[in-house]
């Protein structure tokens, strides 16, 4: 163990566009789907051959929707990954597992996916840890603490992952394209829901494409007030 005598404390959560992701789902999936339902089980302008087939599928499917964007403003607030002298520990939305350092026999870096991932192997049993999951500059002082942390002879892939990940890490300018690509894709959605309704493909199309282009609104929105804030 290298530097195991530095004072090392750090928690780190998951970045704020989970709950941003999260929020805006909580509140499209269940306006569309109420919506659909209620056109579809009335089946107020006569383009559903069976209506209650039709609003149980659509209850079914936008209700799915809306608990994964409640899983992640969940995982927003419970999500915690904490390293200290002693170990490392990783809470998720329901489970809590941590590793002492003194029980870890083999480190092992991997640098697919993108961002990467570390597993943590000792006699108790392994902790896996999604580097993705942690912003640009926490992920980079969490895989300098970990490296310093452990001797390097029980540390495998180190190279690689540096080849493959540290160097190709997603930059702020990164996660900034990225959340522009996820507006612009639910701006797309929403219009070519309005073209479904255009073309007399059900009235429950055109709720959810003003749904979908009145959420990316509120989204660039959200994204340039944030924008502005840090520049001031």
């Not at 002082?141 to 180190?158: A, M």
């Not at 992952?161 to 990225?178: G, H, I, K, L, W």
């Not at 073209?195 to 059900?202: K, Q, V």
Request: charged share 15%; net charge positive; with cysteine.
């Amino acid at each position: 163990m290298s530097d195991a005598t530095q004072p090392i404390s750090k928690c780190y959560r998951p970045g704020r566009n989970w709950l941003v992701i999260g929020i805006v789902g909580a509140i499209f999936f269940p306006t569309i789907g109420i919506s659909s339902v209620y056109a579809a089980y009335w089946n107020i302008d006569g383009s559903f051959p069976h209506p209650k087939t039709h609003a149980f599928v659509h209850a079914v499917f936008w209700s799915l929707w809306t608990l994964s964007a409640f899983w992640i403003i969940a995982a927003y607030f419970r999500t915690r990954l904490t390293i200290t002298p002693l170990g490392c520990s990783q809470q998720g939305c329901f489970i809590r597992t941590q590793i002492s350092v003194a029980d870890v026999s083999q480190v092992t870096w991997k640098g697919i996916p993108q961002s990467g991932k570390l597993i943590l192997r000792g006699a108790q049993g392994q902790m896996k840890i999604d580097l993705n999951n942690l912003v640009h500059k926490d992920r980079t002082e969490f895989i300098q603490l970990v490296h310093k942390l452990f001797d390097d002879r029980i540390q495998t892939g180190w190279s690689e992952f540096n080849r493959q990940s540290f160097v190709a890490a997603p930059s702020p300018t990164d996660e900034r394209r990225a959340t522009k690509s996820c507006a612009l894709i639910l701006f797309i959605f929403g219009v070519v829901c309005l073209l479904c309704g255009w073309f007399n493909l059900g009235a429950q199309f055109y709720v959810s494409g003003f749904g979908g282009v009145f959420a990316t609104v509120c989204y660039i929105w959200r994204i340039q007030r944030r924008k502005h804030s840090k520049a001031g």
